[in-house]
C-alpha cells in the first residue's frame, strides 16, 4: 500500500521557517517524482515544488523561489521542504503527492491531476 504522510507543519510568524517531512512507503522510491502542493482556503491546490527522486533535481513555482528548498534522502525515503521567509500568502494545507517519473514532464508536474498518490496534509499557518 502506497503512503505519504507529512509532518512538521504548525503556526509561524511572518518572516520565519519551518521544515515539512513526507515519508515515504509501498513504492520504488527512485522511480517517482515526488512534489509539494498546497491548498489555501478558497483557492485551487496549487504546486509548490518537484523532485527527480532519481537524481535530486528540483523545481519551484515562482512564488517560492528563493525562499523554499526541497530534499530528500533515499535511504530515509523522505523528501523535506524547508521554508524560509514565511509569509502569510504561504498560509495553506501543504499536500505531498507521487507519480512515476515517465509520466511527468517540466509542464505538467505542477498540475495536481499529473499526481497519483497523495498524503493526507499539513497545515502551515503564517501570522502577521
Known amino acids: 500500500e502506497v503512503q505519504l504522510v507529512e509532518s512538521g507543519g504548525g503556526l509561524v510568524q511572518d518572516g520565519g521557517s519551518l521544515r515539512l517531512s513526507c515519508a515515504a512507503s509501498g513504492f520504488t522510491f527512485g522511480d517517482y517524482v515526488i512534489g509539494w502542493f498546497r491548498q489555501a482556503p478558497g483557492k485551487e491546490r496549487e504546486g509548490v515544488s518537484c523532485i527527480n527522486t532519481a537524481d535530486g533535481s528540483t523545481w519551484y513555482a515562482d512564488s517560492v523561489k528563493a525562499r523554499f528548498t526541497m530534499s530528500g534522502d533515499n535511504a530515509k525515503r523522505t523528501v523535506y521542504l524547508e521554508m524560509k521567509s514565511l509569509k502569510p500568502e504561504d498560509t495553506a494545507i501543504y499536500y505531498c503527492?507521487?507519480?512515476?517519473?515517465?509520466?511527468?514532464?517540466?509542464?505538467?508536474?505542477?498540475?495536481?491531476?499529473?499526481?497519483?498518490?497523495w498524503g493526507q496534509g499539513t497545515q502551515v499557518t503564517v501570522s502577521s
Open positions: 503527492a507521487a507519480v512515476l517519473t515517465s509520466h511527468v514532464t517540466t509542464w505538467n508536474m505542477f498540475w495536481p491531476r499529473t499526481m497519483r498518490y
